[in-house]
T-cell receptor, first 113, second 113 residues
C-alpha cells in the first residue's frame, strides 16, 4: 500500500474545464513534488514544494497551478489544458534533507479531449 | 549537471536467470544514485540507493547494485529473476539534494517462462 494517496485515479476533461488533482501524505515529509509522465517515458519534474513554499517550477505552463495548503496536502489545479497534456501525473514526497529518496503515489491518469 | 544513461530500453530474461540492467552516470560532483521500479499502472518505488557509503548496495526484492567510479556505472542485478520482477526500471541521479532527481529513460524488464 502506498503512503502517498492521489485522487482521482482517472480524470477525463475537456479543454475548457477546470479540475484539480489532489495528493496527501502522512509521513511527516516536508517536501512534495508533482511529476508528469508520458507513456514509455521517465517522469518529468514539474513543481517542488519545500516547507509549503514553492521552491522549483520547471517552466511549467500557467494552465497548471500548484497549491500546497499544508504540509500534508498538495493540489494541482488544471485549466484550459491541451490534448498533449494527457499523461500520468505523479505526486511524491520526501524528507527535505534525504537526497533522492522519493515516495510516489500511484498517479492520476489524465485524458484531455 | 548530472545525467544517467540506461543501455537497453528492453531486456528479456528467463525465469531463474540473472538480471542485469545497465546504468552509467555523468556527474560533476559525487553523485547520489538510485534505482526505482514502476509496475504497470502504478507509481515508482525505490529499490535501492547509493549515497557514498558502501559501494555494493542491497535493495528490496533481492536486487543489488554496485557503484563503480572507474566505470561511472551503477548496474542493477538480481541472481534469479521471478515473473513478478517484470516492470519498468529507472536509474536516477541526484547531486545530493532531494529535489533535483534526474531519471534515465528506463528499461523494461520482461521475464519469460
Amino acid at each position: 500500500d502506498t503512503e502517498v494517496t492521489q485522487t482521482p485515479k482517472h480524470l477525463v476533461m475537456g479543454m475548457t474545464n477546470k479540475k484539480s488533482l489532489k495528493c496527501e501524505q502522512h509521513m511527516g515529509h516536508r517536501a512534495m513534488y508533482w511529476y508528469k509522465q508520458k507513456a514509455k517515458k521517465p517522469p518529468e519534474l514539474m513543481f517542488v514544494y519545500s516547507y509549503e513554499k514553492l521552491s522549483i517550477n520547471e517552466s511549467v505552463p500557467s494552465r497548471f497551478s500548484p497549491e500546497c495548503p499544508n504540509s500534508s496536502l498538495l493540489n494541482l489545479h488544471l485549466h484550459a489544458l491541451q490534448p498533449e497534456d494527457s499523461a500520468l501525473y505523479l505526486c511524491a514526497s520526501s524528507h527535505v534533507v534525504v537526497a533522492g529518496e522519493l515516495f510516489f503515489g500511484e498517479g492520476s491518469r489524465l485524458t484531455v479531449l | 549537471a548530472q545525467s544517467v544513461t540506461q543501455l537497453g530500453s528492453h531486456v528479456s530474461v528467463s525465469e531463474g536467470a540473472l538480471v542485469l540492467l545497465r546504468c552509467n552516470y555523468s556527474s560533476s560532483v559525487p553523485p547520489y544514485l538510485f534505482w526505482y521500479v514502476q509496475y504497470p499502472n502504478q507509481g515508482l518505488q525505490l529499490l535501492l540507493k547509493y549515497t557514498s557509503a558502501a559501494t555494493l548496495v542491497k535493495g528490496i526484492n533481492g536486487f543489488e547494485a554496485e557503484f563503480k567510479k572507474s566505470e561511472t556505472s551503477f548496474h542493477l542485478t538480481k541472481p534469479s529473476a521471478h515473473m513478478s520482477d517484470a516492470a519498468e526500471y529507472f536509474c536516477a541521479v541526484s547531486p545530493g539534494t532531494a529535489s533535483k532527481l534526474t531519471f534515465g529513460t528506463g528499461t523494461r524488464l520482461q521475464v519469460t517462462l
